[in-house]
């Protein structure tokens, strides 16, 4: 069983900086990738970043200059800096882990609220 625990989340002024944090634990293929997906009322959830077990980096085009994903592989941890946060990066952020055991296995954690405003 694999289990995600995030945190980091809050309310923060447009313009501020967030950074989240998601510790992984349990049984972790050594390939895998994990990331951060956000998800707003309404609509369905989207990919924000990922980093795979050899550090390659996928960014959605809303994240690509203002936000940083880096990873622990020894401690199985993903943080993610949030730079220059506007109105419409408020949502719900999700930690997901692919792990690769034969076949690829979805994780998610419990999600972490990120709000921006004034």
């Known amino acids: ?46 990919l924000v970043t990922t980093i795979n077990n050899i550090g390659r980096i996928r960014y959605a085009d809303s994240a690509k200059g203002r936000f940083t994903i880096s990873r622990d592989n020894a401690k199985n941890t993903i943080d993610l800096q949030m730079n220059s946060l506007q109105p419409e990066d408020t949502a719900v952020y999700y930690c997901n882990l692919q792990s690769f055991t034969g076949r690829w296995n979805d994780y998610w954690g419990q999600g972490t609220q990120v709000t921006v405003s004034s």
Do not use: H
């Open 1 to 46: 069983q694999v289990q995600l625990v995030e945190s980091g989340g809050g309310l923060v002024q447009p313009g501020g900086s967030l950074r989240l944090s998601c510790a992984a634990s349990g049984s972790i293929s050594s390939i895998n990738v994990m990331g951060w997906y956000r998800q707003v009322p309404g609509k369905q959830r989207e």
